[in-house]
């Protein structure tokens, strides 16, 4: 059974500070996606990671894939107040007619 | 990316009626489609995956009798929720893919459903 954990499931941040969410999954998949939800809407993709060792950036985001290890990381470079959301991460799990089996997500709060 | 629009973005019913929720794929053909559930502060929960023209396959402890799901075509799938009752009050989401099974899914914008 793929298992998704992700983490921290809480962090609270001052402004211009970098962090790292983590994303392990515990078997192999073909795809690893990172979305945003803000409070009370649906989900914003952010990334969809499709090998070992890719990088994608858009701002002051940044999420990196390594298969073999099975992790993924979202880093967060200086952060600002509008990134404060929860991040999901997620994965096609090939076994099941690739439905997403999601992480817990983590919520994130930038400080001023 | 992909257009999925999802209606209505907020219902209220009383208990005991029924609510339709549409999910439409505006720009491509959604072969299969996912519900979820999310309750507050948790992450999304898979009710049902359907396929257009099949019946849909529930998940473990989701009742096909109150949550209908109906894929007709390839460009709408409908939850209904039947004889509705608060705790069945909760954000449901809908997520369309066209294609082979491993291509991206999109989100329609959620439901948010109080029953009173």
């Known amino acids: 059974e793929l298992k998704v954990e992700q983490n921290p499931l809480f962090l609270s941040m001052q402004e211009g500070k970098n962090y790292t969410i983590y994303c392990n999954y515990s078997?192999?998949?073909?795809?690893l996606y990172w979305y945003r939800q803000d409070p009370g809407k649906s989900l914003e993709s952010l990334f969809v990671?499709?090998?070992n060792g890719a990088v994608k950036q858009e701002g002051r985001l940044m999420a990196s894939l390594d298969t073999k290890a099975r992790l993924s990381t979202l880093h967060i470079t200086a952060a600002v107040h509008d990134l404060s959301a929860t991040y999901f991460c997620?994965?096609?799990?090939?076994?099941?007619?690739?439905?997403?089996?999601w992480g817990a997500g983590t919520k994130l709060i930038i400080k001023p | 990316g992909a257009v999925v629009s999802q209606h209505p973005s907020w219902v209220i019913c009383k208990s005991g009626t029924s609510v339709k929720i549409e999910c439409r794929s505006l720009?491509?053909?959604?072969?299969?489609m996912f519900w979820y559930r999310q309750f507050p502060k948790q992450s999304l929960m898979l009710m049902a995956t359907?396929?257009?023209?099949?019946?849909?396959?529930?998940e473990q402890g989701v009742e096909k009798d109150k949550f209908l799901i109906n894929h007709a075509s390839l460009t709408l799938s409908t939850l209904t929720v039947t004889s509705a009752h608060p705790e069945d009050s909760s954000f449901y989401i809908c997520?369309?893919?066209?294609?082979?099974?491993?291509?991206?899914?999109?989100f329609g914008q959620g439901t948010r459903l109080t029953v009173v």
């Open positions: 997520s369309a893919r066209g294609g082979s099974q491993n291509t991206e899914a999109f």
């Open positions: 720009d491509f053909q959604a072969t299969t």
């Open positions: 359907s396929n257009e023209g099949s019946k849909a396959t529930y």
């Open positions: 078997t192999t998949s073909d795809r």
């Open positions: 990671l499709l090998s």
């Open positions: 997620a994965v096609d799990d090939r076994d099941s007619n690739y439905q997403l089996i």
